[in-house]
């Protein structure tokens, strides 16, 4: 992806959360009005087969307005950070996480616990930023998932037991989602097919050559990902026009 299309991608990834954020926005209007009807309609409720299906309306309800205020600055960043490089990629990964997450809640939440709110998706979201970079061998975004990892891993606290009144285990079950997410969805034509050693063949260079050991006079060409880091670096510069 070249610094014009990432950025064609970026503006995509920027109305794809916008208009995600205005139609949750939207539904708690309608939600708060009706006294909160719908969260209690449609929000996820444990071993209850009839509310299984709910893992897909759910993220899209809150319990008050403090709960949607302090989903929409999260969601919106890494959402954004996990779209920019692709919307389509992102939208396969946010159905994953909606799965992960609603699951987590559906057969490990005990007790008559009616769970709604977008957090799920945040968790998600957030741990596909932090390895996606790894996976699809980005060093801009791999130090964009450093970066994210040091300013927030105080989120980790809340996916763990023992925090009163949040549901840790869709926190846990949209982060186990998000990590997934970055090996299925990760850039594959970034680790192409490459030449493998071995026997050689008609037009191999001979009985006995392999492509670790050229024979003489004979020059391979350059691999994804040959070349020094600092190259590394200088062309992922270039690509998103900083240099």
């Known amino acids: 992806m070249d610094a014009e ?18 139609v949750v926005w939207v539904i708690q209007i309608v939600n708060w009005a ?13 071993h209850r087969p009839g509310r299984l299906a709910d893992i897909f309306t759910s993220p899209f309800l809150h319990w008050s307005w403090a709960h949607i205020e302090s989903n929409s600055g999260p969601l919106f960043i890494f959402g954004f950070l996990a779209a920019y490089r692709g919307v389509t990629r992102f939208l396969g990964l946010s159905a994953l996480v909606v799965v992960t997450s609603g699951l987590a809640v559906w057969f490990f939440q005990g007790g008559d616990v009616d769970t709604v709110g977008a957090s799920g998706l945040i968790f998600g979201y957030f741990g596909y930023v932090v390895v996606r970079g790894l996976f699809d061998r980005h060093l801009i975004d791999t130090l964009i998932g450093v970066v994210m990892a040091a300013s927030f891993a105080y989120l980790l606290t809340v996916a763990i037991p023992g925090t009163p009144g949040v549901s840790w285990l869709g926190h846990l079950g949209g982060l186990v989602g998000g990590v997934a997410g970055g090996w299925i969805f990760r850039d594959r034509t970034r ?12 037009g191999s260079g001979g009985p006995g050559a392999s492509f670790d050991e050229p024979s003489p006079g004979r020059h391979l060409p350059a691999r994804p990902g040959d070349g020094d880091t600092r190259a590394d670096l200088h062309k992922e510069l270039g690509d998103l026009g900083l240099l």
């Open 34 to 46: 009706d006294h909160y009807a719908l969260s209690q309609e449609y929000g996820v409720i444990g």
């Open 5 to 22: 299309e990432m950025i064609a991608e970026a503006r995509k990834a920027f109305f794809v959360m916008f208009g995600f954020l205005a």
């Open 191 to 202: 680790n192409a097919a490459r030449p493998y050693g071995g026997s050689g063949s008609a």
